[in-house]
C-alpha cells in the first residue's frame, strides 16, 4: 500500500528539542506487526499471570527477543538494560542510558538507534530461526 497521507497520519508523541542520547532512564513499548500474539501465551489469564509470571510461555519470537534484549549492553558500552516484561504481542522495557568519557569518536546513541539496533537483530535471528525449520 502507497504512503497515504489521509491515512497514514502518525503523531510523534517525542518531545521537541529533546536529547534522547541524554542519562537517563527510558520506558519503551514496542509492539508486533499488526498487533499479532507472536510473542508469548498467558496461561490463566492475564490478572493472574501478572501474580505469577511463570504463567507467561515465551513462543520463539518471544525467547529471541529476551537474548537480544540482554545483548543490549554488549553493543552500546554506555547502555544498562533493566527488566522486559514480553507480552503476547508488545513488550514493555526500562533502557538507562550512561554518558561517560568515551576514548572513540563515536556519538552516544539515542534510544531511538538503540531501539532500532534492537528490533534489526531480533528479526535477523528470527529469520535465521525459520530458514533452519
Do not use: Q
Not at 529476551?66 to 549492553?73: D, K, T, V
Not at 508488545?90 to 533502557?95: F, L, P, T, V
Not at 534492537?118 to 528470527?126: G, H, I, Q, R
Request: proline residues 5%.
Amino acid at each position: 500500500m502507497a504512503f497515504d497521507p489521509e491515512i497514514h497520519h502518525r503523531r510523534s508523541i517525542r518531545l521537541k528539542g529533546y536529547d534522547y542520547s541524554r542519562n537517563g532512564a527510558y520506558f519503551v513499548t514496542v509492539c508486533s506487526y499488526k498487533k499479532e500474539c507472536l510473542f508469548s501465551t498467558v496461561g490463566a489469564g492475564l490478572a493472574s499471570a501478572l501474580n505469577n509470571i511463570s504463567e507467561i510461555e515465551l513462543k520463539t519470537p518471544g525467547k529471541i527477543i529476551l537474548e537480544n534484549w540482554n545483548r543490549i549492553p554488549e553493543r552500546f558500552k554506555n547502555v544498562m538494560v533493566d527488566n522486559i516484561v514480553i507480552m503476547p504481542n508488545h513488550i514493555h522495557g526500562i533502557i538507562i542510558i550512561e554518558k561517560r568519557d568515551r576514548v572513540d569518536a563515536r556519538p552516544t546513541p539515542t534510544i531511538g538507534d538503540i531501539i532500532c539496533s534492537f528490533k534489526s537483530e531480533c528479526v535477523t535471528d528470527y529469520i535465521k530461526f525459520i530458514n533452519i525449520i
